[in-house]
């Protein structure tokens, strides 16, 4: 292991786009299939692991879709957000902002109560037990219509205290963030905080629809505002945040190649970026090995590596104290460690 690498492992940091149903790993899906009688059309790991080769995000989605099939009992979710904080505990994350897709579970006659509370379980013993401080982050599906968004807004109305903010996930072409203009309205009104994926495959004008018509605090990607010079100057101005998924850009061709991956033509533009993993069981890694990836392909230095996992403390939805000592923690650890 190179000095780097390690430096990585040991960086205190926060996780700010993680979909939690990404987190199934093919080992555990075949678990949870056996366990619930589920069929798979995939006769091993291998071959499921084999098919994680995608041409584009809906590629990728058709394949989410079908693998989370498997997630039925309020354990499994328990379990699968427990696996996933016990390989990041490992990876220095402090804190971590996870997105689930509850249209994805109650269009298949699980109760949005079934999944919620599988996943509050395990990020409260994540807490006790780890360390690992979290939210919950609720996603509409933007492949649905609004109106299937503002049903699923009201169950979350029951579960207020155990959600963070709403967000906007799938597929991306084709549904602006404007057809949500309302329900985002409302979620806002609830209390609400807002962010949307936006610039992934889309156009930069998503961006701007996200920002102006759903006032979203934070972009989830945000790849294509590089497309758009005033795009840039807004977001820098205002420092919002964009949580950027190399490993996943990658794997969904957003990029071609890592070393042709924007991270640091966004620093060097003044952007406030964020590095996370997306969907590390179908992107071939967790937090650390996309940061040990830009880090490779680009050559980022120790100082811009540490801001960047300070801009992720800085960007969450940590109260201003919570922030703060998670960052004398990060600062803590720079002093020890920084010097390359
Ligand atoms: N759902 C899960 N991962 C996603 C991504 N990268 N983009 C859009 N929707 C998603
Ligand atoms: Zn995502």
């Known amino acids: 292991m190179t000095a780097t690498t390690r430096f990585i492992e040991g960086l205190p940091k926060a996780e700010l786009h993680l979909h939690i149903e990404g987190t199934l790993e093919p080992e555990q899906m075949f678990a949870l299939a056996d366990r619930n009688g ?65 249209q994805a579970h109650t269009a298949r006659g699980v109760a949005f109560s079934t999944v919620i509370d599988g996943l509050d379980r395990a990020l409260r013993d994540g807490e006790a037990r780890l ?76 961006v701007w629809q996200a920002l102006n018509e759903l006032r979203v605090v934070r972009i989830d990607h945000g790849n294509r505002s590089l497309d758009d010079a005033a795009l840039v100057r807004r977001l820098a101005a205002a420092k919002t945040p964009l949580t950027v998924c190399p490993l996943s850009n990658l794997k969904l061709a957003v990029v071609k190649d890592m070393t042709r991956h924007p991270l640091k033509d966004m620093i060097r533009r003044g952007l406030f970026v964020t590095v996370n993993s997306d969907d590390p069981a179908y992107f071939g890694g967790y937090i650390n090995e996309n940061y040990q990836a830009v880090q490779e392909a ?20 940590l109260s201003a104290d919570e922030k703060q000592a998670l960052i004398a923690r990060l600062d803590d650890y720079v002093g020890r460690e920084g010097a390359a």
């Not at 499921?48 to 309020?74: C, P, S, T």
Request: proline share 3%; net charge negative.
């Open 38 to 102: 589920v069929a798979l059309p995939y006769g091993s790991v291998e071959d499921l692991r084999g098919a994680y080769d995608f041409d584009n995000l809906q590629g990728f989605l058709d394949l989410y879709y079908q693998g989370m099939r498997v997630l039925l009992e309020e354990q499994d979710f328990y379990d699968l957000t427990w696996a996933y904080l016990e390989r990041v505990a490992k990876q220095s994350v402090l804190h971590t902002e996870i997105f689930f897709d509850p």
């Open 131 to 206: 360390g690992i401080s979290s939210n919950l982050i609720m996603c509409f599906l933007r492949h649905l219509d609004q109106d299937d968004a503002m049903k699923t807004l009201g169950q979350a109305l029951d579960h207020k205290d155990r959600i963070v903010a709403v967000g906007l996930d799938s597929s991306e072409l084709g549904h602006p963030p404007a057809k949500f203009k309302e329900v985002f309205a409302r979620a806002r009104n609830a209390g609400f905080l807002a962010v949307a994926h936006a610039g992934e495959e889309g156009p930069a004008e998503y």
């Open 298 to 317: 680009l050559g980022l230095t120790r100082t811009q590596l540490a801001a960047v996992a300070r801009n992720s403390f800085e960007a969450s939805f």
